[in-house]
């Protein structure tokens, strides 16, 4: 029986810490409970940074919901295990032209415990890998789906060239144009990144559109071959060589499986909410003052 809104004030332990909602509020506060589960203040505050909402109440909703997933999946045999998070902080490092620690380092100096921005990774793959066996096999996209998406998205499916590329990443800004210099002189790219680079991948594709204008600009007027002048991002520095360009021929066809992962992630969000809506009133829940 869900239950909200209750004042229950001796369930709170406090302390002060600075928070992403407002300069100090208190923490460590049982917000809410499912299933005799509770969820803390001082979990929301870490836990927003993984969800990248601000407001308290989306917030508490939206880890909620993750919380009777979470419950419903352990409950069905569903199991997320530290490897499945270590390979989804991988991918997000990955995406964000980072090594691992580089990038948990970076979490760390925002300001959010660690600990709880896995939490939030372990709440995501718990209702990625229930929505996948409940609703998956009933999910079926056809071609004339997928046909009058394109039509009527056509606009949003621009050329979106993709660079092969190296990068060298250091936090030194002299390292750096010492090592902008021996480029310029002739030096190995490869022996330069071997030697210095805190992001040792070997290449990597990346759609232009994954960058911010700045870099866009930067990057785009490159030839296969040629090697960027110094980017500096957040305090790191990079250099980059263009490897090869891979250019994208926009027509359905090309399209057609971004369009059906598209088309099958709207639907099974859609069947995931309804299902919620559902089972949410069944489940014991409860929202405190």
């Known amino acids: 029986m869900r239950k909200v809104l209750i004042s ?8 002060m ?35 990248r909402v601000k407001n308290t109440k989306a917030l508490l909703n939206k880890v909620i919901d993750d919380y009777v997933l979470m419950y419903y999946a352990k409950k069905s045999g569903i199991v997320v295990t530290d490897e499945d998070v270590e390979k989804y902080i991988d991918n997000l490092a990955a995406r964000n032209n980072m090594s691992p620690d580089m990038f948990l ?10 600990e ?31 046909e009058r998406y394109y039509k009527l998205h056509k606009k ?41 680079s805190m992001d040792t991948a070997g290449e990597r594709a990346i759609p232009l559109s994954a960058f911010n204008k700045q870099i ?18 957040n305090n790191v520095y990079y250099i980059v060589k263009i490897l090869g360009k ?10 057609k499986d971004r369009i059906r992962n598209i088309l099958f992630g709207q639907r ?7 299902w919620l809506k559902m089972v949410k009133s069944r489940t014991d829940i409860e929202i405190f003052k």
Request: hydrophobic fraction near 45%; avoid cysteine.
């Open 246 to 255: 891979k250019g994208a021929n926009v027509t359905l066809e090309t399209m």
């Open 116 to 146: 709880y921005y896995k939490k939030g990774i372990r709440l995501a793959l718990y209702r990625r890998k229930f929505a996948l066996r409940m609703f998956a096999p009933t999910i079926h996209i056809t071609d004339t789906d997928i």
């Open 17 to 51: 810490l600075k928070a992403s909602f407002g300069a100090q509020v208190v923490v460590d506060k049982i917000v809410a409970t499912v299933e005799s589960q509770p969820i803390t203040a001082y979990e929301l505050e870490n836990i927003a940074g993984f969800y």
């Open 105 to 114: 380092k970076k979490v760390e100096s925002s300001g959010l415990d660690i």
């Open 8 to 15: 229950f004030a001796f369930l709170s332990v406090f302390f």
């Open 156 to 196: 949003e499916f621009k050329t979106n060239p993709v660079l092969v590329m190296s990068i060298i990443s250091v936090k030194d800004k002299k390292l750096a144009n010492s090592i902008y210099e021996q480029l310029q002189n002739g030096a190995d790219f490869m022996s330069l990144k071997k030697k210095f």
């Open 268 to 274: 099974i969000e859609s069947k995931l909410a309804s």
């Open 216 to 233: 866009q600009s930067e990057l785009k007027g490159l030839n296969v071959g040629e090697i960027s002048n110094i980017i500096e991002a």
